[in-house]
C-alpha cells in the first residue's frame, strides 16, 4: 500500500510541469497572448482528438505507423544483434577491419536515402520498411559489439577454466554480461524507427500517423494537427517506458544468471 502511495505521489509530483504548460497555454491563448488561427487552445486540440479517435481515424494510421516501425526494428534485431555477438566475440580481427567500413555506412543521412529507396523498393510499405531497418541496425550492432567487448577477460578465463563449452560461455556468461549494452541499442533504435517512420510517412505515403498529420496541416486542421503531435509524443513515451521495463526484467535474468553460474 505505502508502495503504491509513492508510486502515485512520484506521478503527481513529475506531472505538475505538464500540467502547468497546459494551464499556461490555455491562458495564453484565452487572453490573446497567441494568434487562435497559428496555436489553438488545448481544449480545441484534445477535442480534435477525441473526434478522430472517436471516428477510429486515428488509431489506423497509428497502427499503419506502428507495424511499419515494428517491421523494420524487428528485422534490424534479428540480423545486427548476432552480427554484433559474432563480430564482438569470435571474429574480432573482422570486426576490427570491417568497422571503420560500418562506421562510414551509419554516418550516411537517412533523410539523403529517401531517394534512394523509393527507386530500389517503389512508394509503399517496403520502401518505410528498408528505412527503418537501415536506421534501426547501427545502434543494435554496435551498442552489441560495445557490449561484448565490456565482458572482463578474466571472467571469460574463469568459466574456460571451469570446463565450460562455447554453448555455456555464451549464455551463461557472455550473453547475460552483453544485456546492458544491447539494451542500450534496442531502447535507441525503437526510438529512431518510430520518429523516422513518421518523417518516411511524410514524403510519400496515403496512410500513417507522419501522413495524417502532413494532411491535416495541408488543409488547416490546425487542432487535429497539434493534437496529432502530442498523441506521436505520447506513443514515443509509451515505447520508451515500455523499453525499459523490459531491460528491467532482462537484468533480473542477467543477474540470476551470473548467481547459477
Known amino acids: 500500500m505505502k508502495t503504491a502511495i ?3 505521489r512520484k506521478t503527481l509530483f513529475g506531472s505538475i510541469a505538464i500540467i502547468l504548460f ?3 497555454w490555455e491562458a495564453a491563448t484565452v487572453y490573446g497572448l497567441v494568434p487562435k488561427s497559428v496555436i489553438p487552445a488545448p481544449t ?3 477535442t480534435a482528438l477525441v473526434r478522430s479517435t472517436e471516428s477510429g481515424e486515428l488509431f ?3 497502427k499503419v505507423s506502428l507495424a511499419r516501425a515494428a517491421l523494420g526494428f524487428l528485422l534490424a534485431s534479428a540480423i545486427s544483434i548476432p552480427m554484433g555477438f559474432l563480430l564482438g566475440t569470435f571474429f574480432k580481427t573482422f570486426e576490427k577491419a570491417l568497422l571503420p567500413f560500418l562506421r562510414m555506412l551509419e554516418k550516411l543521412n537517412p533523410f539523403a536515402l529517401f531517394p534512394v529507396f523509393m527507386i530500389i523498393f517503389g512508394i509503399g510499405n517496403m520502401e518505410k520498411i528498408a528505412l527503418i531497418f537501415w536506421v534501426a541496425q547501427w545502434p543494435l550492432l554496435f551498442n552489441t559489439i560495445a557490449g561484448t567487448k565490456s565482458i572482463e577477460p578474466n571472467m571469460i578465463k574463469s568459466a ?3 570446463g ?3 554453448k555455456v560461455l555464451f549464455f551463461k556468461v557472455i550473453l547475460p554480461a552483453s544485456v546492458p549494452g544491447i539494451f542500450t541499442g534496442v531502447k535507441i533504435s525503437a526510438q529512431i524507427s518510430f520518429f523516422m517512420i513518421i518523417a518516411s510517412e511524410m514524403a510519400g505515403s496515403s ?3 507522419g501522413w495524417y498529420y502532413l494532411s ?3 488543409s488547416y486542421q490546425v487542432p487535429l494537427m497539434y493534437g496529432i503531435i502530442l498523441f506521436i509524443t505520447v506513443l514515443a513515451v509509451i515505447i520508451n517506458i515500455s523499453f525499459s521495463k523490459l531491460e528491467n526484467h532482462f537484468l533480473v535474468w542477467k543477474e540470476a544468471s551470473f548467481q547459477e553460474n
Do not use: D
Request: glycine share 4%; charged share 20%.
Open 207 to 209: 496512410q500513417g500517423l
Open 6 to 8: 509513492k508510486k502515485i
Open 216 to 218: 491535416s496541416s495541408q
Open 60 to 62: 489506423v494510421h497509428m
Open 164 to 166: 565450460a563449452n562455447k
Open 160 to 162: 574456460r577454466s571451469m
Open 44 to 46: 480545441k486540440v484534445f
Open 22 to 24: 497546459f494551464i499556461f
